[in-house]
């Protein structure tokens, strides 16, 4: 308190000089005139003096005569003094100190003298007073106090109020009862009021509360009442105060606030006369109860929710039952009103929306508006708030409208004159409403139509500015549609009208923002209120029941069930119904069928929910073994597949979504745009297709749609074009191709990771064939002008995109061929021409306009080295054709015009069909029939010209890159390499990459090798070709995903019909395959001067060749299956089943396949079932398929089918058991060779048996390497066998040569043949034998040895002559042919002069190892096999250096046999020819003729094979003479052999068994002993 410290001198020195000093200050102080401020420095003073007498420091007498004197300078100085005394009367009693309080009271006492009592009554504590003695006791001053205040301020005079004084207040009540109607204003009234006040001493606040209760009771004369308390009050709270009184007498149980007391406390807030935090106070319930309240609702729901989701047993259900009664019964009694939710009623009927909101802002979100009446009033306020921007944008034309009434407040929300005024109250006032706007479905109405008018605006906004407020406007519309829009439907039962507005302005937004508001709808809005929670619960539960009863049966009752029940909460309901989908995929088909009931919004919301559960991260896409896609993820395909393409359904959300995962490298989900494009397109795409569907798929579109798919899909126009213009609108088209071409590669490379192997081959092939399929559905909708402007260029897609070529390449055909068509129409119109050779000049004409600049484009596709082998345009010409183009499939096009005139005979015969009908479905065939004919017409057409443009364009395909050079060796090198490095190209660049695209690319690349051969096109080899293609497959079939693996089958199956087709028949081999560039072999010297000629591989070695491919088939199948891998076993089985129709045609390679699939069958059988089943299927197939296998010389010889579906061959003259040119020159022993050199030299085919040999050396290596004969030293070699003959003989062969003794050289020929073929048996199937089963025929060999010999070399018999001549020039002979073929391969390699006997024999048994050796096939030993074309296919380089081996030492063999047995030898012969002389003349000379007849004099066919010839069977004579000398020969081949590996001792043995088997031989009894050895074999 004190500004004022007295300094110490004065204390110390009061008596002298401090006191005069003290009283001189007080006085200077009173002297001042400052306001007021000179009391306060007087107090300090006095404060200062009296605090020193406290301390001690001043005696108490002292300090008491200066206060004494103090008090004449002021009149007041007592009550300041006082004020000092009270100040430290509180300091002093909160010391500790009890003597300052001592000296307190003592300076107080002693200044009673002077400061009366009373003033110190008023100031001091009564406890210092009672210590004073001024008071007896502190308690009873206290309670006397109390008493006093409580008198004087709170206890009213009593007035006379209506029980005296009633005339006061009864004037007043007839005052404010008086009609207000006339010139009555608040003003006159009040002035009565306060005379009335005056006159009768009226309580100006009871006359308050007077006016207030006649206001309440004529509320509608608001302006008058509010206008007279506006002037009668003086204070706002004294009001507030009297309604909160009345407010209160409501606040007990069971009474019910009047609406009017509500009325007239919202009108006065709405005026501003009282203030709401002032009467909020006074309203009940408190915040926090309605808070508790609105907790312990959602607490509620929850739990019924739960209830109703969970499975509750009976006692449960009981006990339940009991609480709710007990809740129930605490209901009974009614709690007081909600008077805060009254007052804000009252508000929003008023118009007061800023203090309404400031109510709601009070309690929880939806809390106010949960009630009905807070919820229409608000609409109410909502509908006069949008009325007239309504009538302007929102009405739909010719509807009227309901006529709105506005408030007469002027103080209420103003209405919204455009979409910006909405932004001002009524978008928040929207929001405060929330789901409630379900109570007012046409405010609902409103409000979306309004938002479709605003969308219009939206949308043809331009200008920056104004899109900047669309733009706003648009979120706050957005916003709307979340919080009040959707959760108001929810609420609302069965509203497909509303659902139908919704949609009305829900499809005006991107797919994006619905997508959002559904997952918002979905997720969130649920939880957010009680009602919600309940109406999911509930909605769950009818889902439930609905699905549990749901059958193909019911649909359209459960369909008409689940349509109401989407209506209003479709998210709950399809949620539910996916989920059950996922489990249960029988469901799928009664669910699609159900749906047709619903709106289009939910529709809408179905396809959110789809893409939503496929994109559930909780759910693996993959099975729990890792190898498979998961069951649900298949599911919800087929649901996409069939909803989207049944119902009308945007398509866009979806195919971004798998955009989407494609870019993130996430290829699952391309199982839906499989399943969406098969079934709304009708493109199926499956490696399972028939031939029939096969053939259909290369028709035009019609044709396909009609034969080529399993599941005739009908209708699918409009369902194709909503997918189409879909993906155009989103520019979807491209992104999705170019992703999924990429995307095969990121399978393997990328996504893999630690998947199995057999999922990434799934997910791959699963990329790849919705990549074909994707592209088939575009070049088929797209129209030109779409596709050529959406893809790119070949450079581009490739370089820029890196899209692998084969993808590129398919993507840019059909506008290739769209291109090509363009140019030729506007050719066309451009010149009036109609003849038919102006047409495909035009054509040509166009196809170079187009193509030449993708000539120029593929260029930078491969390494400039390509282009060195094959061209550009071959390459462009190849990947840019299709099947359509190549051939027309007639018989599909047949097939399916006869079906349909079956249906229409068959609808013709129906009577139970109505006539109309009839009429319909006839019609529909008949114009389907008419179609499809008008379309093969017109593929006619194309295919001819695509064929005038190849035929045009063939001669520059393949480079000819090779010039006469002057060394023959150098010739050759360079031609084979050439052709090597051109079809390697072809294969690697073409070929392969193509066939496993598709089936249809697998049977066109068939088609297309086949075509450039039909087409004579220069340096392209055929033969080497299709040997690449059949000899190695091990490493493309291992590298193949399953269905690649059925494509590549399809692949080699065309390719073999092609082959079998040429090996079946020497006819058709001749006109398809004689005289062709693709079958030139051989480019033989014609003199020294170094001139190339090339020959023809001819009908028979064709056949050694094609017996080399099949064998080459089985050893890599076998490998395969031996190897143990998963993928090597399911190709190759997969392969197999593909090629069954072709392949196994020998009836040992069958076997041996049969027998290594039967084990596979038992391997697998509990390690890996789908390998076991795929072992299985195959097994049963190939042994149905069995019956149709030839055995090995039916094969190789043309001969009339026995039991072959494709013509076998009969076998042609001697020539056919010897080892074939094709497949080796030394195949089997010396001696069986020496018998066939001796015959064909007889018989003057020396020359074509060179050919073959050559001609087949060549084909077989993989690098085109062979072995060239030279012409003119075959022509010495025929020349010297020639001279050796016999006169006889020369005149045989002269007259076998002349015309006139063709035919019956070619019956003798025949006759030869068939003992041939009867004896050959048992050694065929010696060769056959296995290495794993020669033990097993080594027992038998001692005992059938000689039989052996026979039936290993079973040669029919030739003339004695022709032997002899034979055997002298044989040495000449030998060394000719070792230069000529000494790189013709061997199959199984054999040193003739350091074998024993037994391994002789055992050669002859297993000289064709088979290429399993687990397989046996000694069974076969009864049927005749050629097998040297099948060994020629199997062994290269080892095989030629043992062939150089075998020549030299068959040399020597010779000179040994000349010298040790040329005696005895020439008598046996000349006994022999005395025999056989006469007999063997004959037929000699006819099969010299016959084979003149064939117009090749033997010059194509290898050891004088011959076409069949259907003759009757020969003679028993003539079959016994035949047998006999085939021994004879037999036996001076074997001798020389043994000779020359056994030395001297072995010689004369040889010699001894020798001359006892001629004995047998002459006795005639050959062929019974040869049967008896083939029975031994066996």
Known sequence: MATLILPGEWIKNWEKSGKHEFVQLCKDLTEKTDHGSEVRDIQAALYELSWQVVQGNLKLDLATSVLGEMMELRDDMPSILADVFSILDLETSALEEKIKREHYTSLVGACLFFVPEVILKERLDPETLESLGLIKQAHQFNQKIVKIKTKLFYKQQKFNLLREENEGYAKLITELGQDLSGSITSHLVLESIKSLIGC?????????????????????????????????????????????????????????????LYHIAAALLHHNLIELEDLYVHLMPVDATIVEEHKRDITEAKQIARKLVMVVLPSEK??????????????????????????????????????????????????????????????????????????????????????????????????????????????????????????????????????????????????????????????CFLCIADQVLLPSLSLMECNACMSEEVWGLFKLFPYQHRYRLYGQWKNETYTSHPLLVKVKATTVERAKYIMKRLTKENVKQSGRQIGKLSHSNPTILFDYMLSQIQWYDNLIVPVVDSLKYLTSLNYDVLAYCIIEALANPEKEKMKHDDTTISSWLQSLASLCGAVFRKYPIELAGLLQYVTNQLKAGKSFDLLILKEVVQKMAGIEITDEMTSEQLEAMTGGEQLKAEGGYFGQIRNTKKSSQRLKDALLDHELALPLCLLMAQQRNGVVFLESGEKHLKLVGHLYDQCHDTLVQFGGFLASNLSTED???????????????????????????????????????????????????????????????????????????????????????????????????????????????????????????NSEIPMNKKKKEKERCTALQEKLQEEEKKQLEHVQRVLHRLKLEKDNWLLASMQEKQSFQEFKVTKESTKNETITKFLQLCLFPRCIFSS????????????????????????????????????????????????????????????????????????????????????????????????????????????????????????????????????????????????????????????????????????????????????????????????????????????????ASQQNGPGSTGKPASGTSKTDEGTSEDGERGKDKAQGTTKPVNKANSAAAKVTTSNGNGALNSTKAVKERDDKEKSGKEKKEKKEKTAGSTPETKAESRREKLRDERPGKEERPAREGKEKTPKADREKVKAEEKSSKDDKAKAGNGEPAEPSRERDATKESKSKEKGE??????????????????????????????????????????????????????????????????????????????????????????????????????????????????????????????????????????????????????????????????????????????????????????????????????????
């Open 787 to 909: 596709y050529i402007k959406r893809v790119p260029s070949i450079d581009i897609l490739c370089n820029q995109f890196h899209t692998p070529h084969d993808a590129a390449f398919f993507l840019s055909r059909p506008m290739y061929a769209h291109q090509i068509l363009s140019k030729y129409d506007e050719l066309k119109k451009a010149e009036k021409g109609n003849r038919q050779q102006q047409k495909v000049h035009k054509y040509v004409a166009a196809c170079e306009t187009v193509m030449t600049p993708v000539h120029e484009a593929v260029m930078s596709l491969h390494p400039a080295r390509v282009w060195d082998d094959i061209r550009p345009q071959f390459y462009a010409t190849f990947w840019s054709l299709t099947m359509y183009d190549l051939a027309v499939p007639h018989s599909a096009y047949d097939r399916e015009v006869n079906k349909l005139k079956v249906q229409i005979k068959a609808i013709e015969d």
């Open 1000 to 1207: 249809i690319d697998a049977v066109y690349c068939a088609r297309f090798v086949e075509l450039v051969h039909q087409q004579k096109t220069p340096n392209f080899c055929t033969l080497l070709c299709y040997d690449r293609v059949f000899s190695a497959i091990i490493y493309t079939v291992a590298s193949c995903t399953e269905n690649e693996s059925h494509r590549y089958g399809r692949f080699l199956c065309c390719m073999l019909e092609t082959v079998t087709r040429w090996h079946s028949d020497r006819a058709i081999y001749e006109k398809e395959c004689v005289n062709y560039p693709g079958f030139l072999t051989i480019f033989r010297a014609t003199g020294f001067d170094g001139g190339n000629k090339a020959d023809q591989l001819d009908y028979e070695n064709f056949r050694h060749v094609v017996h080399k491919w099949h064998y080459m088939l089985t050893k890599a199948s076998v490998h395969c299956l031996e190897t143990g891998d998963y993928t090597h076993i399911r190709n190759i089985l997969i392969v197999l089943t593909k090629i069954l129709p072709c392949y196994p045609k020998v009836l040992n390679l069958g076997q041996a396949l049969e027998c290594r699939v039967h084990k596979i069958c038992l391997e697998e059988k509990d390690k890996r079932p789908d390998l076991y089943a795929l072992a299985m299927g195959y097994s049963g197939r190939l042994k149905s398929h069995k019956a149709h296998m030839v055995p090995e010389n039916e094969f190789h010889h043309k001969e009339q089918p026995a039991r072959s579906a494709t013509p």
């Open 1377 to 1578: 042919r070792s230069a000529v073929t000494a790189t013709i391969k061997s199959p199984i390699p054999r040193s003739e002069s350091a074998e024993s006997e037994r391994d002789h024999k055992r050669r002859k048994l297993d000289s064709h190892s088979s290429p399993s050796h687990s397989s046996s096939v000694k069974d076969n030993s009864n049927e005749p096999k050629d097998s040297t074309s099948k060994h020629h296919a199997n062994y290269n380089s080892v095989s030629r250096s043992k062939s150089r081996e075998r020549e030299t030492e068959k040399k020597e063999s010779d000179g040994t046999q000349g010298r040790s047995k040329e005696k005895k030898e020439e008598k046996e012969r000349k006994e022999r020819k005395r025999d056989h002389l006469i007999n063997e003349r004959e037929p000699s000379l006819e099969s010299k003729r016959r084979k003149d007849e064939n117009g090749t004099n033997s010059s194509k066919n290898s050891k004088s094979e011959s076409p069949s010839c259907d003759s009757p069977l020969s003679t028993e004579k003539e079959k016994t003479k035949r047998s006999k000398s085939s021994s004879k020969e037999k036996t001076d081949s074997v001798k020389p052999e043994r000779t020359s590996s056994g030395g001297k001792k072995e010689s004369r043995h040889d010699k001894e068994k020798s001359e006892k088997k001629e004995k047998r031989d002459s006795s005639g009894k050959e062929e019974k002993k040869h049967h008896k050895s083939s029975d031994k074999h066996r």
């Open 200 to 260: 009768f001493n009226l309580d100006p606040n009871r006359v308050l509360d007077i006016i207030l209760e006649v206001y309440e009771s004529r509320s509608d004369q608001d302006e008058f009442f509010l206008s007279l308390i506006k002037s009668y009050m003086c204070e706002p709270l004294t009001l507030c105060h009297i309604l909160g009184f009345k407010f209160k007498f409501y606040q007990e149980p069971n009474e019910e606030t009047p609406k009017s």
């Open 318 to 475: 009981s006990e339940d039952k009991d609480k709710e009664k007990e809740k129930e019964e605490e209901k009974n009694d009614k709690p007081p009103d909600n008077q805060k939710l009254g007052l804000l009623e009252a508000l929003l009927r008023i118009g007061d929306w800023h203090h309404a909101q400031s109510i709601m802002d009070q309690m929880p979100s939806f809390y106010a508006t949960s009630h009905k009446a807070i919820a229409l009033a608000l609409c109410q306020l909502v509908h006069l708030t949008v009325d007239p921007l309504y009538r302007r944008s929102g009405l739909p034309k010719g509807a009227k409208g309901r006529v709105i009434h506005p408030l007469r407040n002027k103080r209420a929300p103003r209405p919204a004159e455009n979409f910006e005024d909405l932004r001002r109250d009524t978008f928040s006032m929207m929001c405060y409403l929330g789901p409630h706007l379900s109570h007012d479905a046409i405010l609902f109405a409103k409000i979306v139509r309004l938002g479709k008018g605003f969308m219009k605006e939206y949308q043809s906004e331009n200008r920056p500015d104004g899109r900047e407020k669309m733009e706003t406007l648009l979120s």
